[in-house]
């Protein structure tokens, strides 16, 4: 059975940063999209960053370019969101993957069909 654990949320200040991480078991990561949504209370969820396969292309929504970046460690089987700069803020980051999709185009409009269970970041001074 597919798992995917989201770790690294927490509580922070404007300006700092958070690692997020996104550890997949059953399911090889590296062959396959990896996305970042958000999802803050009474909004919808939004989709914040991508990284395709193989070449581990990357994109991201407006709100954070810039200030995350998405990465993968091909031996951990592993993704990475970095957040930089961060913004007040209070939502729920989960990563998601699909066995159908290896790149990044419509990444925020897309189905999937694994995703991890999330982890709070809350931004706040």
């Known amino acids: 059975q597919v798992h995917l654990v989201e770790s690294g949320g927490g509580s922070a200040q404007p300006g700092g940063s958070l690692r997020l991480s996104c550890a997949a078991s059953?399911?090889?990561?590296?062959?396959?999209?990896v996305v970042w949504f958000r999802q803050a209370p009474g909004k919808e969820r939004e989709g914040v960053a991508c990284?395709?396969?193989?070449?581990?292309?990357t994109d991201y929504a407006d709100s954070v370019k810039g200030r995350f970046t998405i990465s993968r460690d091909i031996a951990k089987n592993t993704a990475y969101l970095q957040m930089n700069s961060l913004k007040p803020e209070d939502a729920v980051y989960y990563c998601a993957t699909d066995p159908a999709f290896r790149l990044c185009a419509a990444y925020s409009r897309r189905s999937y069909d694994y995703w991890g269970r999330g982890t709070q970041v809350a931004v706040s001074s």
């Open positions: 059953e399911f090889d990561l590296n062959y396959h999209v």
């Open positions: 990284i395709s396969s193989p070449d581990g292309t």
